[in-house]
């Protein structure tokens, strides 16, 4: 292709959208065999929200969203915020949850009703862990628990496993040693994720999902979306490691992601795929930014690629 052609094609990108950080970049996609998809706001909406919570003791369930809220406000992953969000609409509008004098006033609103936490730290790929009343609470996956020598009794479990075989992501919670509750987070499929999925495989790239969740939520969420090679419970550093593992063969790997977690294995990838939504440190570590947010875009990026350079090949 000749410097003419690669400006224009460029700006094709451009119009439509999609930005391309060079004629290198151009030129890597026309050979990209896999597309390594990040799940949590790349293939689904990455608008997580709580259809479920269940409380295992005879603790008020006002009461139990303000313990979890109170321990993941300081955290800024989705799932806590979706989780802080519901809790404040539980407490401000159910009628059914006691509320204090302040309650009106819109300061509190923010955070103004949560209990005081001690020691917040967040642990990546996990959940969060704080002291409230001087006893811990655990909010995260089942690792969490595991580590910290919280037993989960079978009844909790069989309800975790149940929520994850319906593509919903299990929280669970322990307070002072005892798993307490449980919480359902759903986040819906982008529309048009499935269809894209399929074109990639008419196009004989193949898909592939990575994802942080576990293997359950994971696979059910694949099956959705018809993906059938999925990577789960990849620790945050662990992504770029999938890239690795793809590229080894000599293969051409595009990453097409959002989060900051996804940074590593977006610079690893041979072509970087960055969602216009997503966070800035992904769409400086790419090498396309997808401004629409659209997965079609996929296939517009690699369709320009293959169409520019086709006549040297
Ligand atoms: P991804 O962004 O790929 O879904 P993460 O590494 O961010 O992966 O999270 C992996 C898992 O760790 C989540 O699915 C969840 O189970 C747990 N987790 C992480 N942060 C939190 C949090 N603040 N609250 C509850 N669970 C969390
Ligand atoms: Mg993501």
Not at 93 to 121: I, Q, R, T
Not at 219 to 230: L, Y
Not at 233 to 246: C, H, L, Q, T
């Amino acid at each position: 292709a000749t410097p003419t052609a690669v400006m224009v094609a460029t700006g094709v990108g451009a119009n439509n959208g999609v930005l391309i950080k060079g004629g290198d970049a151009l030129e890597r996609a026309q050979k990209i065999k896999y597309v390594i998809f990040d799940k949590t706001g790349t293939l689904t909406q990455g608008k997580a929200s709580v259809t479920t919570t269940k409380v295992f003791t005879g603790m008020d369930r006002g009461e139990f969203l303000k313990l979890v809220a109170s321990a993941e406000a300081s955290s800024e992953h989705p799932l806590a915020k979706a989780i802080v969000a519901y809790a404040q609409h539980f407490h401000f509008f159910d009628d059914s949850a006691p509320k204090d004098a302040e309650s009106n006033n819109k300061d509190s609103a923010v955070s103004g009703w949560l209990f005081d936490v001690a020691e917040f730290s967040a642990l990546p790929g996990r959940g969060v862990q704080c002291f409230i009343d001087g006893k811990q609470i655990l909010v995260g996956n089942r690792k969490l628990m595991t580590e910290s020598g919280i037993n989960i009794p079978d009844d909790v479990e069989k309800f975790v496993v149940d929520l994850e075989d319906s593509a919903k992501t299990g929280i669970l919670v322990s307070y002072d040693g005892n798993l307490i509750g449980v919480l359902g987070v759903a986040d819906p499929l982008k529309r048009e994720a499935a269809v894209v999925v399929e074109g990639l495989s008419k196009m004989g790239v193949r898909p592939v999902m990575v994802t942080g969740d576990n293997w359950r939520t994971a696979r059910a969420v694949a099956k959705e979306v018809g993906i059938h090679d999925v990577r789960a419970e990849v620790m945050p550093a662990g992504k770029a490691d999938v890239i690795r593992s793809f590229q080894n063969d000599g293969s051409t790997v595009a990453m097409v992601g959002d989060g900051i977690n996804d940074s590593p294995a977006l610079a690893a990838a041979d072509v970087g795929m960055a969602i216009g939504a997503g966070t800035d440190i992904a769409i400086e570590a790419a090498d396309y930014v997808l401004m629409r947010s659209n997965l079609e875009d996929v296939i517009t990026a690699i369709d320009l690629s293959r169409k520019t350079f086709s006549r040297i090949r």
